[in-house]
């Protein structure tokens, strides 16, 4: 099976940065995702790494080391708009599974 | 920009009951997919769906639920008889391919009583 944690709660002031840790043990990984749900709404797609290293998407950072099953999403620059769940997710590939297996998510608070 | 819509938004039914959710996912894209979140826990994988067939399913999806794309727009998930842990809400998501994101509809929010 898959396990994926990632903490439950996180605090960070406006305009500063924050990480959020995300690690997991799977067989056959197949690239990892971090999407953000605002409560209440669905999860939006924020980013996609399947081999080592840092992806930027604007204020949005996502780093991966597959041998250390380990992931982060940085948020830089926070806005109170980014007060939301981060949920990291898997894909893994064995016996043709492909659909993304979830942790439970941070939620983010983002204090003035 | 596209967008994967869900109906109803929120749906009541007793215990016992048929319901049917609908999507309509992005035109050109080629998977679909079924989530439930249950309040205050995490996303779930149901079921994927490619080629008008299951594709492949999670220990969630039992006899009791089936999914449809009875046309070229659609993509039904159907809970033959809802049971009051059923209570979630349900996210259709599709994507272009297999190995790139899902994007997610709104959800729909299902309430057994």
């Known amino acids: 099976g898959q396990n994926i944690d990632q903490p439950t709660e996180m605090t960070a002031t406006e305009g500063a940065i924050v990480q959020i840790n995300c690690t997991y043990q799977?067989?056959?990984?197949?690239?990892l995702f971090w999407y953000q749900q605002h409560a209440g709404e669905a999860p939006t797609f924020l980013s996609y790494?399947?081999?080592?290293g840092l992806e930027e998407k604007g204020r949005f950072s996502s780093f991966l080391s597959r041998s250390k099953g380990y992931s982060y999403l940085l948020l830089k620059e926070l806005q109170m708009k980014d007060s939301a769940s981060y949920l990291c997710?898997?894909?893994?590939?064995?016996?043709?599974?492909?659909?993304?297996?979830f942790g439970s998510g941070t939620r983010l608070q983002v204090q003035p | 920009e596209p967008e994967v819509t869900q109906t109803p938004s929120h749906q009541v039914t007793q215990m016992g009951q048929e319901v049917i959710l609908r999507c309509v996912p992005i035109s050109n894209h080629l998977y679909f997919y079924w989530y439930r979140q249950i309040l205050g826990q995490k996303v779930e994988f149901l079921v994927s769906?490619?080629?008008?067939?299951?594709?492949?399913k999670s220990e969630i999806f039992d006899d009791q639920f089936s999914v449809e794309r009875p046309d070229g727009s659609n993509f039904t998930l159907k809970i033959r008889s809802t049971k009051l842990e059923d209570s979630a809400m349900y996210f259709c998501?599709?994507?272009?391919?297999?190995?790139?994101?899902?994007?997610f509809g709104q959800g729909t929010r299902l309430t057994v009583v």
């Open positions: 769906f490619y080629n008008n067939e299951i594709s492949e």
């Open positions: 790494n399947v081999l080592d």
């Open positions: 998501a599709s994507g272009p391919d297999r190995n790139t994101e899902a994007f």
């Open positions: 997710a898997v894909r893994v590939m064995d016996t043709g599974r492909r659909a993304l297996t």
């Open positions: 799977t067989s056959g990984f197949n690239g």
